[in-house]
């Protein structure tokens, strides 16, 4: 039986058309002055790690976020690291060359997210103390913060990702983080583009934080096949990244280094498809924001949501278009460590069906992140919640209690098709795929 022959079964998908070629979730859109940038960098021969792309890419970036430096990485994963090693640096001081910057600290971290955010952690020596979401922007919760900072009051980091391009309650948990003198190292990688109202002013994500990071990953709003940026106001800071990044080398005629260092510089080709790409931002943007709004206008009359954000405080970029299914009408389904089961029933659905239904017309959804309490590689980490600890309590002995609203979204919620080349009629197509879910 082929993957999806049982859907071909089900009365409720008869006639469905599959897409001929695939409808990604997010797949990198190129205009043609990528190749005229690529181009230059090949005909004067900067190809390596130095050249008038990285330039103009940094000076373009740092100009659209608003902040003194941009420096030009490998990815979004070595800005993260080399953000998450500065931080480190900064509270700890400078670390053997064998150990990390944070060991035998804790470090706060968002939950629900891809777990490049938090992995340089992991690379730094710290333990992260996973932070749960709330339900307004999916992002991490003001409310489970300030209570992480009671059971751990001595934590002096905290890593805040932006989900989906939506910005988290950054006024509050800002707010948070300077009550208990503790530094942010923000994780714009899928925010590129959105905003939000600090203190009365517009402030773009990448701006946000003490380290902030940015990637140019394929799927991104925009992209560079790779690449990512640390973005600082702090002249010493973008320095030091810049000089950790080429392999640590010191002013001397000879390699001569006085610290551990890093290959993770950005390419000069690189930025010249960063450097074709970034005049497109905008367009990308709208199409992004007119995709969320025709799933919004088509999910209406079913029991769905869309990914949530705060309309007074933010503006989002509209990344990845999401749902998350109200809780009566869930139809029963599991997830194991790598496969799933589901069942239907009338009028209901499960993100697992959903996903199935969306699959067999071509055309790609994922399930939300996972959360990184729910990672094996993490099942020994701390995770609090609003309530304080919310491990061993998903059977919790006091009725109400055991809130885990990660858990909730990644069992009641999934990513759509997203990909601004999609047309009107493929995203209907898709919307009537999963109204005939809730038949
Ligand atoms: C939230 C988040 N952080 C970090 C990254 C890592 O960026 P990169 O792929 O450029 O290393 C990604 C995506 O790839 C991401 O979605």
């Known amino acids: 039986m082929e993957k999806f022959d049982f859907i071909a079964g089900d009365p409720r998908f008869s006639g469905v058309v599959p897409f001929e070629k695939k409808l990604w979730l997010s797949s990198p859109t190129m205009h043609g002055d ?23 890419v940094e000076k373009q970036i740092a100009e659209f976020v608003g902040v003194r430096y941009a420096v030009g990485l490998s990815q979004g994963t070595a800005a993260l690291h080399l953000a998450t090693k500065l931080a480190g640096e900064k509270l700890y001081g400078q670390a053997k060359p064998n150990a990390g910057t944070l060991a035998g600290k804790k470090v706060f971290a968002s939950d629900m997210t891809f777990d490049a955010s938090i992995n340089p952690i992991a690379y ?23 209570k992480a900072f009671e059971i751990y009051p001595e934590v002096r980091l905290v890593v805040i990702a932006h989900l989906y391009g939506t910005p ?21 990688a899928e925010s590129l583009g959105a905003k939000y109202l600090l203190n009365g002013e517009w402030v773009e994500t990448g701006a946000l934080g003490d380290y902030n990071c940015i990637s140019f990953n394929g799927n991104k709003i925009i992209t560079g096949s790779a690449g990512g940026m640390f973005l600082t106001n702090s002249r010493e800071d973008a320095e030091k990244v810049r000089k950790w990044s080429t392999q640590s080398r010191e002013a001397a005629p000879w390699y001569q280094h006085e610290e551990i260092g890093y290959n993770y510089r950005m390419s000069n080709i690189i930025a010249g498809v ?43 970029n509209f990344w990845l278009s999401c749902m998350i299914i109200d809780r009566d009408a869930m139809a029963p389904s599991v997830r194991g460590e790598v496969d799933y089961l589901y069942r239907s029933e009338p009028g209901k659905s499960s993100p697992s069906e959903i ?27 701390p995770f609090i919640t609003a309530e304080g600890s919310g491990r061993a309590r998903s059977n919790a002995y006091i009725a109400g209690s055991g809130v ?36």
């Open 34 to 56: 990528e190749q005229k940038w690529v181009d230059d960098a090949i005909q004067t021969n900067w190809v390596s790690t130095v050249g008038a792309n990285i330039n103009e």
């Open 124 to 146: 730094e020596d710290g333990d992260a103390v996973f932070i749960d979401t709330e339900y307004d922007t999916w992002n991490m919760s003001p409310e489970a913060l300030e």
């Open 168 to 188: 988290g309650k950054m006024d509050e948990l800002k707010a948070v983080c300077d009550k208990h003198g503790a530094l942010i190292v923000e994780d714009a």
């Open 274 to 316: 960063v450097r074709g790409q970034i005049p497109y931002l905008a367009e990308h943007m709208a199409q992004k924001k007119a995709i969320y709004e025709r799933y919004e206008a088509g999910l209406k009359d079913l029991p769905v949501k869309m990914n949530p954000w705060d309309a007074e405080k933010s503006m989002p």
């Open 355 to 381: 996903l199935d239904a969306i699959a067999s017309i071509n055309a790609e959804g994922r399930p939300i992140w996972k959360p990184m309490h729910m990672q094996p590689i993490y099942r020994s980490h």
């Open 404 to 439: 885990d609203v990660g858990a909730d979204i990644f069992a009641r919620g999934l990513c759509l098709p997203s990909d601004n080349k999609m047309t009107p009629a493929q995203q209907d197509a898709v919307i009537d795929m999963i109204r005939r879910c809730f038949a």
